[in-house]
């Protein structure tokens, strides 16, 4: 079963920490960009981070830049982490990962999503 799990989200207050974890089943990850999406209700789906499987280019949404970092295990290559620092309440929202096809370099672009996973549900509150 092609497969994408995510783990790590939860309750944080304001300045806190999550990181973020996505494992990959069925299918290898060397030939996707594999990001991190995040949804809020009644808002479009926003990018925040993405890196290549095949050479390790990482690219950031200017929300994520110098707070997030994106990486992928580089024993397993099937797994992939979202370190997530000095989070605000604007953060809260479902982050889910996904494999695709088209651009992570200069910008992050999707043209075809091929796996992606439920997502886990990251919520900044004090």
């Known amino acids: 079963q092609l497969q994408f799990v995510e783990s790590g989200g939860g309750l944080v207050q304001p300045g806190g920490s999550l990181r973020l974890s996505c494992t990959a089943s069925g299918f290898s990850t060397d030939f996707y960009m594999l990001g991190w999406f995040r949804q809020v209700p009644g808002k479009e789906d926003e990018g925040v981070s993405c890196i290549s499987g095949s050479d390790g280019t990482t690219n950031y949404a200017d929300s994520a830049k110098g707070r997030f970092t994106i990486s992928r295990d580089n024993a397993k290559e099937t797994t992939v982490y979202l370190e997530m620092t000095n989070l605000e309440p604007e953060d809260t929202a479902n982050y889910y990962c996904?494999?695709?096809?088209?651009?992570?370099?200069?910008?992050?672009?999707?043209?075809?999503?091929?796996?992606w996973g439920q997502g886990t549900q990251v919520t900044v509150s004090s």
């Open positions: 996904a494999a695709f096809s088209g651009f992570c370099q200069g910008e992050m672009k999707v043209v075809q999503t091929w796996y």
